[in-house]
């Protein structure tokens, strides 16, 4: 588990309880220089932080993230999208992008675009949700 700030990491521990015994690191660092072990995960999810990446940083920590599955090995976005150009949250300093935008990133990552699907169910007044799996 990665996050900036210690106080997440120590709220994750405590919401997840006898349960965090099964995250095998917790990680306190920014996404920009977070570098995962190779080959070691069968599957990496991240949700909900790539706003606070530029492009470039983005790519970069998805290459990463690309090293660091094991064959056969997934990776999934789970983000918020704006339906026709990227918007900045000044309150948060967070980007909100595109699907198109996402899809580039992703393929200039090196990962190839497996499974996109909608989030069911969610207010249509808040921004789409989308999961996109990869390998």
């Not at 990552?109 to 497996?114: D, E, T």
């Not at 989030?119 to 799996?133: D, I, S």
Request: one cysteine or more; proline letters at 2%.
């Amino acid at each position: 588990m990665v996050d900036v700030t210690e106080g997440f990491i120590s709220k994750a521990k405590e919401y997840l309880g006898t349960d965090s015994t099964k995250v095998s690191q917790f990680h306190v660092c920014p996404l920009q220089s977070f570098i995962p072990q190779v080959n070691k995960y069968d599957c990496i999810w991240i949700q909900w932080v790539l706003g606070y990446l530029t492009d470039a940083d983005l790519v970069e920590f998805l290459k990463r993230c690309k090293l660091a599955l094991k064959q056969n090995g997934i990776c999934v976005i789970k983000e918020n999208l704006t339906k026709d150009e990227r918007e900045f949250d000044e309150e948060d300093s967070s980007y909100t992008r595109t699907k198109s935008e996402y899809l580039n990133i992703i393929h200039k990552a090196g990962f190839r675009l497996i499974r996109d699907e909608k989030q069911r169910n969610f207010p249509k007044e808040l921004y789409e949700v989308r999961m996109f799996a990869l390998q």
